[in-house]
């Protein structure tokens, strides 16, 4: 085998200009693979970076209008679910909005989220410095959680962090704890800052936000024992409750449903990045048949060798052995060149489509050892499905004589 292997590599080298044109067609479309596959493995792979997320389920509203809507609570509706359910260890609510940052350099514009004091309990996200917020701090304490991106890029990696003042909207903010980086499809790209009061938007009155206006993301995590279809008989007698209870209330009428985290983050764009898979998949074997047809039109120039191998006793799965394993050698040159294609083009992605995707415009390169192992389980199959071809192919020729 490792002398095959040897006459192998020699045979590539002896022609330049045929391996170099082979590996770069094939790196092009295992580049290609790889990166989406990265991509893929980053939003939807890898999982949520919670504590049992499985048992962590999204609230969503839809009006009797609309039973397919999916909506977010509205605030009476989420106290009178918080309080009356006994499904959930804990329920938490976030509503978005914008602040200007003005005392740590240049003002910048930023998303911020108000969120109930047990948000980051419900999820089970743990700081890595600091704490999480306290129930007295959610309707009147001016308090901030931060990432630990904001702590770097903002404040220098402050080793005092903890107590230090940052000015949204022109109301000081005291940090009490840093967290580890939000995943982007849960909270969008540059999350970087969670305040208290998830009741309050700025330039609406309590009592328009308490109408029944749904601007609330709920979210609550199951007890032990409770399964989901125990979580689904619930909703219904809350919702009666509710309606019985606010009839006035716009969101009155609505009834609720929730998805676990798992199924509900990236739902919408799983299927787009199945498609752009399948389409560089199409384009790998595109790829891989002019290859293919490459190293056919090379092994017929090679007949006189091949019925000289035929004539001294070799046999015909040595031959083809020895033809696969030139397939292999490419193959895997293509996959080393495509692992650094991938590397310069995954950075490039989110920042061409972060407007459309759920990237972060810096997202760095993520080439792990699972898209590692990618690349060298296509690069294999690769060389095998050539050389696979180029048997079938040849399976008449391999007889001729001198």
Same mark, same amino acid.
């Given at each position: 085998?490792?002398?095959?292997?040897?006459?192998?590599?020699?045979?590539?080298?002896?022609?330049?200009?045929?391996?170099?044109?082979?590996?770069?067609?094939?790196?092009?479309?295992?580049?290609?693979?790889?990166?989406?596959?990265?991509?893929?493995?980053?939003?939807?792979?890898?999982?949520?970076?919670?504590?049992?997320?499985?048992?962590?389920?999204?609230?969503?509203?839809? =009006?009797?209008?609309?039973?397919?809507?999916?909506? =977010?609570?509205?605030?009476?509706?989420?106290?009178?679910?918080?309080?009356?359910?006994?499904?959930?260890?804990?329920?938490?609510?976030?509503?978005?909005?914008?602040?200007?940052?003005?005392?740590?350099?240049?003002?910048?514009?930023?998303?911020?989220?108000?969120?109930?004091?047990?948000?980051?309990?419900?999820?089970?996200?743990?700081?890595?410095?600091?704490?999480?917020?306290?129930?007295?701090?959610?309707?009147?304490?001016?308090?901030?959680?931060?990432?630990?991106?904001?702590?770097?890029?903002?404040?220098?990696?402050?080793?005092?962090?903890?107590?230090?003042?940052?000015?949204?909207?022109?109301?000081?903010?005291?940090?009490?704890?840093?967290?580890?980086?939000?995943?982007?499809?849960?909270?969008?790209?540059?999350?970087?800052?969670?305040?208290?009061?998830?009741?309050?938007? =700025?330039?609406?009155?309590?009592?328009?936000?308490?109408?029944?206006?749904?601007?609330?993301?709920?979210?609550?995590?199951?007890?032990?024992?409770?399964?989901?279809?125990?979580?689904?008989?619930?909703?219904?007698?809350?919702?009666?409750?509710?309606?019985?209870?606010?009839?006035?209330?716009?969101?009155?009428?609505?009834?609720?449903?929730?998805?676990?985290?798992?199924?509900?983050?990236?739902?919408?764009?799983?299927?787009?990045?199945?498609?752009?898979?399948?389409?560089?998949?199409?384009?790998?074997?595109?790829?891989?048949?002019?290859?293919?047809?490459?190293?056919?039109?090379?092994? #017929?120039?090679?007949?006189?060798?091949?019925?000289?191998?035929?004539?001294?006793?070799? #046999?015909?799965?040595?031959?083809?052995?020895?033809?696969?394993?030139?397939?292999?050698?490419? #193959?895997?040159?293509?996959?080393?060149?495509?692992?650094?294609?991938?590397?310069?083009?995954?950075?490039?992605?989110?920042?061409?489509?972060?407007?459309?995707?759920?990237?972060?415009?810096?997202?760095?390169?993520?080439?792990?050892?699972?898209?590692?192992?990618?690349?060298?389980?296509?690069?294999?199959?690769?060389?095998?499905?050539?050389?696979?071809?180029?048997?079938?192919?040849?399976?008449?020729?391999? #007889?001729?004589?001198?």
């Amino acid at each position: 085998m490792m002398t095959d292997f040897r006459f192998a590599l020699r045979q590539l080298r002896k022609t330049p200009g045929f391996t170099a044109l082979a590996v770069l067609t094939l790196a092009l479309g295992i580049g290609l693979n790889t990166a989406i596959f990265s991509l893929i493995n980053d939003l939807f792979l890898r999982g949520l970076p919670f504590a049992q997320p499985e048992r962590v389920l999204h609230v969503y509203s839809a =009006p009797k209008q609309n039973p397919a809507a999916e909506y =977010p609570l509205g605030g009476p509706r989420f106290m009178h679910m918080r309080d009356g359910q006994t499904i959930f260890s804990g329920l938490a609510a976030e509503n978005f909005s914008g602040a200007t940052l003005t005392n740590l350099g240049d003002p910048v514009q930023m998303p911020i989220f108000r969120v109930s004091s047990n948000y980051f309990d419900v999820l089970g996200v743990r700081p890595t410095r600091g704490r999480t917020f306290l129930s007295e701090e959610e309707e009147r304490a001016d308090v901030a959680i931060v990432t630990e991106a904001f702590w770097k890029n903002r404040t220098g990696s402050d080793p005092n962090i903890i107590g230090r003042i940052i000015t949204l909207d022109g109301t000081a903010h005291t940090v009490v704890g840093v967290i580890p980086k939000m995943p982007v499809l849960w909270s969008g790209p540059n999350a970087e800052v969670w305040t208290t009061k998830p009741l309050v938007i =700025p330039g609406f009155s309590h009592e328009r936000m308490m109408r029944g206006t749904a601007f609330l993301r709920v979210v609550g995590r199951l007890k032990p024992g409770i399964s989901y279809d125990q979580a689904r008989a619930a909703l219904g007698p809350m919702e009666q409750s509710y309606r019985t209870q606010y009839p006035e209330k716009i969101d009155a009428e609505s009834t609720t449903f929730f998805k676990p985290l798992p199924e509900d983050v990236g739902g919408d764009l799983r299927p787009a990045f199945l498609t752009m898979l399948g389409a560089v998949g199409f384009v790998l074997l595109i790829a891989c048949s002019n290859v293919a047809n490459l190293l056919l039109v090379r092994f #017929s120039g090679r007949r006189r060798e091949i019925a000289l191998r035929m004539a001294i006793g070799a #046999s015909r799965t040595s031959v083809l052995r020895l033809f696969v394993l030139e397939s292999l050698l490419v #193959s895997a040159f293509a996959g080393l060149l495509g692992v650094l294609l991938a590397w310069v083009l995954v950075p490039l992605i989110p920042k061409a489509a972060a407007n459309i995707l759920p990237l972060e415009a810096n997202a760095s390169a993520a080439l792990s050892v699972p898209v590692l192992g990618f690349t060298l389980g296509l690069s294999l199959l690769t060389g095998l499905i050539m050389g696979l071809f180029r048997r079938g192919k040849a399976r008449a020729p391999i #007889s001729w004589t001198v």
